[in-house]
């Protein structure tokens, strides 16, 4: 039978959550943004999410993260949030569960609704992940297309597409 020996052995630094070669420390989660994304005012609604740099088509760019909850409760605070702030960051990841991610700070959670946008949401594993439809420029605002919210088409889009179906 062979000897396993250990794989090479990477120096740590105890005065940093790096180790060597720029991986994550052991237990620090790695950063879900593959490309800078910033946070701005919108000229669609409130602050946006805006490519940091140049992303090519059908790329990752990163994923939105948060606080998993049951269904109902999703809805409970989406029903607050519209009363209080206005503003809901919250997507379904199945039939029973929902991300909250009011309190990220993932920059993508600012992402606007757009009836012609640049990026597609995919919920994959639990995880909402945002990949991009076509190259987008630096400082271009990053959009998705909602589809079904809790609104149920009564709140007036405002992405001001070509097209635009007018509703959410």
């Not at 609604?45 to 049951?70: S, T, Y």
């Not at 909402?128 to 088409?153: P, Q």
């Amino acid at each position: 039978m062979p000897t396993l020996r250990p794989a090479a052995t990477i120096a740590v630094s105890t005065t940093s959550t790096e180790v060597a070669g720029d991986l994550p420390a052991r237990g620090v989660p790695a950063d879900p943004q593959k490309f800078k994304v910033t946070v701005g005012p919108s000229a669609i609604d409130g602050q946006g999410a805006f490519a940091g740099e140049p992303i090519p088509a059908r790329r990752k760019i990163g994923e939105m993260r948060g606080e998993f909850v049951d269904l109902a409760e999703a809805r409970r605070r989406a029903r607050l949030a519209e009363n209080t702030s206005g503003r809901i960051f919250m997507v379904a990841i199945s039939d029973k569960r929902a991300v909250d991610a009011t309190a990220s700070t993932d920059p993508l959670r600012f992402a606007n609704h757009s009836c012609q946008p640049n990026m597609v949401l995919k919920v994959q594993q639990g995880r909402v992940a945002f990949y991009a439809l076509r190259d987008i420029d630096a400082g271009e605002e990053l959009t998705a297309r909602y589809g079904e919210t809790h609104h149920a088409g009564r709140l007036t889009c405002r992405c001001g597409a070509p097209g635009c179906q007018g509703r959410l």
